[in-house]
């Protein structure tokens, strides 16, 4: 019989797409009060693997990541979601084209892998609660990031895995002077 274990805390971050005009400002100042301060931010990237938001976000989509300085558990992970949600429609056009001005993906990394949350249940996720889905979306194996089947083409990209490279070490630091 295995004994049940803690989990341990986990590296927080949230992936943003957005339009173009679009001032990210407001937005990250919402994040920084309920998450707290922002250790990493990327370059913003063009979000061109796909044009599933263009319908609801318009053409030209831009795509940046904000990690957090504080560690999160895993279990946290459906209410950030649920919040960012929130948020969503907080900054949401309301006119009579009721369009989203912001795509926000909370995720985690442990030293394994990435894990992100969904709204959408397919057969490789699994049920957090809350009406949101876990799922493993990067692997960390022989010292780079390993994709699977299902990966989002964008995070198929080097330049996102050089970013989540430097997250990586952020959290291998604060797990060091953690004694974890």
């Known amino acids: 019989m295995g004994i049940p274990s803690a989990p341990q805390a986990v590296k927080f971050f949230t992936g943003i797409i957005f339009s173009p005009g679009n001032d990210l400002c407001g937005l990250k100042d919402k994040l920084?009060?309920?998450?707290?301060?922002?250790?990493?931010e990327s370059p913003v990237f063009s979000f061109t693997?796909?044009?599933?938001?263009?319908?609801e976000m318009g053409p030209s989509l831009s795509k940046v990541f904000f990690?957090?300085?504080?560690l999160i558990y895993p279990d946290k992970l459906a209410q950030t979601k649920q919040y960012s949600n929130r948020i969503e429609k907080d900054f949401a056009d309301r006119?009579?084209?009721?369009?989203?001005?912001?795509?926000?993906?909370?995720?985690?990394l442990t030293l394994s892998k990435i894990v992100l949350a969904s709204t959408k249940d397919y057969s490789h996720r699994i049920y957090l609660g809350d009406n949101i889905y876990g799922e493993v979306t990067l692997l960390y194996q022989n010292?780079?990031?390993?994709?699977?089947?299902?990966?989002?083409?964008?995070?198929?990209?080097?330049?996102?895995?050089?970013?989540?490279?430097?997250i990586r070490r952020i959290y291998?630091?604060?797990?060091?002077?953690?004694g974890t």
Not at 95 to 108: A, Q
Not at 143 to 155: N, V
Request: glycine share 6%.
């Open 32 to 40: 920084i009060n309920k998450w707290g301060g922002i250790d990493l």
């Open 49 to 55: 693997q796909t044009d599933y938001y263009e319908h």
């Open 67 to 70: 990690s957090f300085e504080k």
């Open 95 to 108: 006119g009579e084209n009721f369009s989203r001005r912001f795509n926000i993906d909370p995720g985690y």
């Open 143 to 166: 010292k780079k990031f390993e994709t699977l089947p299902w990966t989002y083409p964008d995070f198929t990209e080097p330049h996102y895995h050089k970013f989540f490279f430097e």
């Open 172 to 178: 291998c630091k604060q797990l060091r002077s953690s």
